[in-house]
């Protein structure tokens, strides 16, 4: 990798870090207003007590997964987007659209409708605590409106990243988070004429935003005449090549998202029976922990988007020396940055802590310790975005993605999780170093696959 590196032509790296600022920051503040936000919104809904709190954080282990199966399925067309924006083919940009609009409509709207029928039986995969289900039913009939528009615009937000259009989804996220923390204040607490809907005021004020946002996104996409305005027409007449080729690459990343989606969310199901009756308490210090833990994770996305953006492009364009060399350096930026995030995460993750003034005092201290933890494994976590969601996927190589990603997983962390809880019912410590583990099983072999050769394949010829 270094040796590479150093034999690289005179001002690559300044283009490089050109390339990561430009299509990294507005990904990064896009993120970090995100997880501001949920902050946030996390304090307001804190303040109903650790019940309401859990119930929330496993209803949003729901939208977890069928995001990302959203995000599956727009990250296996955003392969070929990047690819085809490359080589400037407009119209292969709109097929790769329309093929994953084909995909997602009908998936959301059937765990939207699912989800209203039978909310407490998703909720029974990850508690068994009546207060839990009761609560989290109530918050998760509501917030599933948002499944479908979600869906759209996650297939506009990668289109328009993918042809180098980071500012446009940074607008409209930013204001539909503004919306939901408004909205929020007055259906929660019941202001502005308003009853006080408290835990189904929370599911509204996110259902409401995510619809606006899409609103926005298509409003300034057909005005502004982006690459990503695809005509229905173009976009959804698939030749039987084109679906081929689709199936063969993308088929993997949405089931990796898929996969991976579950199978974490699991974590919660671990969690949810640990021993001592202090299931509740640790669900919510884990919903109020992974919260903190997304205000430092926004940099990897960033660096995960730029890196899919720009390794992609490269191929496309049949510059595979040059590509290579790029994935390299966005593994190292990971990697350094991650050192730096983990010691600054340890340090205001305390003070953070102490705006959650409602939660119980054993709460408190598994989100301490929860978050002292991952701030070791950050570096691990961040660069594992970078390498598989990144680099690999975009290079074509999503077969070996997946492998890496759904492996380790399944066959080694889940059953440690469940074994230690089950069986030798081992304090919530043990159940929080397993999980972060996972993240070395990933990171070891996706950096041996990368230093190889056969990771980059172009999907478009």
């Not at 939207?112 to 995969?125: E, N």
């Not at 679906?243 to 199901?269: D, H, M, N, P």
């Not at 997983?409 to 929080?432: D, R, S, W």
Request: with cysteine.
């Amino acid at each position: 990798m270094i040796k590479a590196l150093k034999l690289s032509p005179k001002g690559e790296t300044k283009d490089f870090l050109s390339i990561l600022f430009k299509l990294s920051l507005p990904v990064i503040f896009q993120n970090v207003l995100h997880s501001f936000v949920n902050l946030v919104d996390t304090i307001m809904v804190e303040s109903l007590g650790d019940v309401a709190i859990g119930a929330v954080g496993l209803g949003n282990q729901i939208y977890f997964i069928i995001h990302l199966i959203i995000f599956g399925v727009a990250s296996g067309v955003s392969v070929f987007i990047a690819q085809y924006w490359g080589s400037q083919d407009i119209k292969g940009i709109h097929k790769s659209m329309g093929i994953g609009i084909s995909i997602l409509l009908p998936v959301t709207l059937a765990a939207m409708l699912f989800v209203i029928a039978k909310p407490q039986t998703v909720l029974s995969l990850f508690t068994s605590q009546p207060e839990l289900l009761e609560e989290g039913a109530k918050y998760l009939r509501v917030v599933s409106a948002s499944y479908v528009f979600s869906g759209i615009t996650m297939i506009l937000g990668q289109s328009l990243r993918s042809t180098e259009n980071v500012r446009t989804p940074f607008f409209s996220t930013a204001m539909s988070l503004i919306l939901n923390v408004v909205l929020n204040y007055i259906l929660i607490y019941g202001k502005l004429g308003f009853p006080a809907m408290g835990i189904i005021g929370a599911g509204l004020a996110t259902s409401i935003s995510r619809i606006i946002e899409t609103i926005i996104l298509l409003a300034i996409i057909y005005t502004k005449g982006s690459p990503a305005a695809l005509k229905i027409k173009t976009a959804f007449s698939f030749s039987g090549d084109f679906i081929k080729r689709f199936i063969k690459t993308s088929s993997f990343v949405i089931i990796t998202e898929t996969l991976w989606g579950f199978g974490t969310t699991l974590f919660f199901a671990a969690y949810g029976r640990v021993a001592g009756g202090i299931e509740t308490e640790v669900v919510a210090a884990v919903n109020v922990s992974k919260t903190i833990e997304n205000l430092v994770l926004v940099f990897y996305w960033g660096f995960a988007a730029a890196s899919a953006v720009t390794v992609g492009k490269l191929i496309g364009q049949q510059t595979f020396d040059k590509a290579r060399r790029y994935a390299y350096r966005f593994i190292i930026t990971g990697l350094i940055t991650g050192l730096v995030l983990g010691i600054a995460l340890y340090f205001i993750s305390f003070p953070i802590l102490s705006l959650f003034k409602d939660i119980s005092q054993s709460a408190k201290d598994y989100a301490r310790l929860y978050i002292s933890l991952f701030s070791v494994f950050l570096f691990l976590r961040g660069s594992c975005a970078i390498t598989t969601v990144g680099v690999l996927r975009s290079g074509g190589d999503t077969v070996v993605a997946m492998l890496i990603d759904v492996v380790p997983l399944y066959v080694i962390i889940l059953p440690a999780m469940f074994y230690a809880t089950i069986v030798l019912k081992a304090a919530p410590v043990y159940l929080f170093l397993i999980a972060m583990s996972y993240d070395l099983l990933r990171f070891v072999p996706s950096m041996a696959r990368i230093l190889g050769d056969k990771w980059m394949k172009n999907v478009v010829d």
